[in-house]
């Protein structure tokens, strides 16, 4: 089943202003559902920058620390790049499904038609050449997006840039240009997870490793203000454990974190093995023992893209009950703190008083338990019954797979891989049990303030950062210096 432009554009919203429910389960009073605010987030300096670049047609790598707004302003990117090169034309894609799934894009692997990327460049441009639709896309494409390249090995970077430089050699203009004249807007911080590398002794393991690295880019720019945290205290801890650095005062304010107690019920637990997640909301979901409502996902479109709606960050089957802690996967109200990472607990479930029946059919498709959607009492305060969203693989203006789910997964317990991008208000974890570079960052910098912050069996050795990570930031913030030094001798 192919999807229309106009259905992935046209998607139905549940959250309406117009519709009210009652509660079966309950006689509690109505509940209204809000129309979604339209974000209306001010640009910084650098931001605004970074899209007057855009503009210009300049290719551009956008990195920064967790928390300053890398996907919030893709999204604006994108919107940018699709009026100036047509929808059809730019390409958006991710390292990991999650990602993608969260741009409405497809992960590289797959718009590249490269399989898992694990030959040389001349057999991958052969397996490309053979793939009509992927040799289709390599030379309609004119902008790609490529978001979380830090888990993007420089080898699969230099392949790629071969095969577009390779495809698009007969197009007037571009036999000589980096990436045959594509623009690239690459996103991502390398302090962050690092590639899986699944080749022995591989020597580009970094795209910023790749050969063509500097020569994809007309400006490389690391974001500095920081969204998610207000707390210097906090800000200036998070930025030392990014680098794998930490001083006396440091340590002070992480063992302060740290606590024997059992967590608290509303603390999203972070965990490195999804074996752990798993086993801890299914604990935590028996121990309510409460009615269980099932939400099995709809999915339709076509493999390859298909598949990717299972790597996605909406679940395939949802079981929910009364009690259960969730959080958002989907951005309803940016003002209003309802984001991807927001935290609740669910009240009750509700049947739906709504006149359009397409709509019911879906939700009783979707719930196996009948028309129930499920009302949650966010942790800011908010109440809200969360109706069904959507998620799309787009290839270029083609959906090509969408998925329907409630927009919600279990939250006591989540894995640190998932938890990338995420904002959460409380979070509980063992920095003991984590492994390998970033992974200590990335879990504790979700975190909005240091009240939020629980820890147990705290190791300082876990804090590290990868040496060859550090020195590419090194030379991208002393080349920024050289600039600037070359600004000023100019005026003088």
């Known amino acids: ?21 009652w509660s079966q389960a309950s006689a509690k009073s109505k509940v209204k559902l809000t129309t979604p605010k339209k974000p209306r987030v001010k640009l910084t300096d650098q931001q605004n920058q ?7 047609g300049n290719s551009v790598f956008i990195t920064g620390s967790a928390g300053t707004g890398k996907t919030y302003l893709l999204q604006d990117i994108i ?30 692997h797959s718009f590249a038609g490269i399989g898992l990327g694990d030959a040389s460049a001349v057999d991958l441009l052969s397996r490309v ?52 004249g594509i623009q690239l807007v690459v996103s991502g911080d390398f302090f962050q997870l690092p590639p899986v590398i699944n080749k022995k002794g591989q020597n580009k393991e970094f795209a910023f490793e790749a050969e063509c690295w500097n020569a994809s880019f007309d400006m490389q720019i690391e974001l500095k203000t920081i969204f998610r945290q207000s707390d210097a205290q906090l800000i200036k801890l998070l930025q030392g454990i990014r680098k794998g650095k930490y001083d006396s005062e440091d340590l002070q304010l992480l063992d302060q974190c740290c606590s024997e107690v059992e967590p608290d019920a509303s603390a999203v637990q972070l965990y490195p093995r999804i074996e752990d997640v798993s086993r801890v909301n299914a604990d935590r979901l028996d121990r309510l023992d409460e009615v269980l409502y099932h939400y099995q996902a709809l999915d339709s479109g076509k493999d390859p893209w298909k598949k990717q709606l299972k790597n996605g960050i909406a679940p395939e089957l949802l079981k929910l009950c009364v009690g259960a802690r969730v959080l958002l996967t989907k951005n309803i109200d940016v003002i209003g703190g309802l984001v991807n990472g927001a935290t609740g607990t669910i009240l009750d479930f509700a049947v739906v008083q709504d006149t359009h029946k397409l709509y019911d059919h879906e939700i009783s498709d979707i719930c196996i338990n009948g028309n129930l959607l499920p009302v949650v009492k966010f942790d800011s305060g908010q ?34 891989h998932k938890c990338q991008g995420m904002t959460l208000n409380n979070l509980h974890t063992d920095l003991y049990r984590v492994f390998g570079f970033g992974m200590v960052y990335v879990a504790l910098s979700r975190v909005k303030s240091l009240d939020g912050l629980h820890l147990v069996n705290f190791n300082p050795s876990k804090i590290k950062a990868h040496p060859k990570v550090l020195q590419f930031y090194q030379r991208l913030s002393g080349e920024k210096d050289e600039l600037k030094e070359d600004a000023v001798s100019d005026e003088i």
């Not at 970074?50 to 210009?56: D, K, V």
């Open 1 to 21: 089943m192919k999807l229309s432009l106009h259905t992935a554009t046209t998607a139905y919203r549940f959250l309406s202003s117009k519709v009210t429910c």
């Open 50 to 56: 970074i899209l007057e670049a855009i503009s210009n």
């Open 79 to 108: 919107t940018k790049l699709r009026k100036i090169h047509g929808k059809s034309r730019v390409f958006v894609t991710a390292s990991t499904g999650v990602a993608a799934c969260s741009l409405n894009g497809q992960t590289l």
């Open 383 to 416: 109440e809200l019954m969360i109706g069904l969203e959507k998620w799309y693989v787009m290839d270029g203006d083609e959906a090509v797979a969408m998925r329907k789910q409630i927009p919600l997964m279990l939250a006591w317990a989540l894995s640190i």
């Open 129 to 180: 050449t053979l793939d009509k639709r992927a040799y289709r896309r390599w030379n309609k494409v004119r902008a790609l997006v490529i978001d979380e390249i830090s888990m993007i090995s420089g080898e699969v970077f230099d392949n790629l840039e071969f095969i577009a430089r390779s495809i698009r050699s007969d197009e007037v203009g571009c036999e000589d240009k980096s990436w045959g």
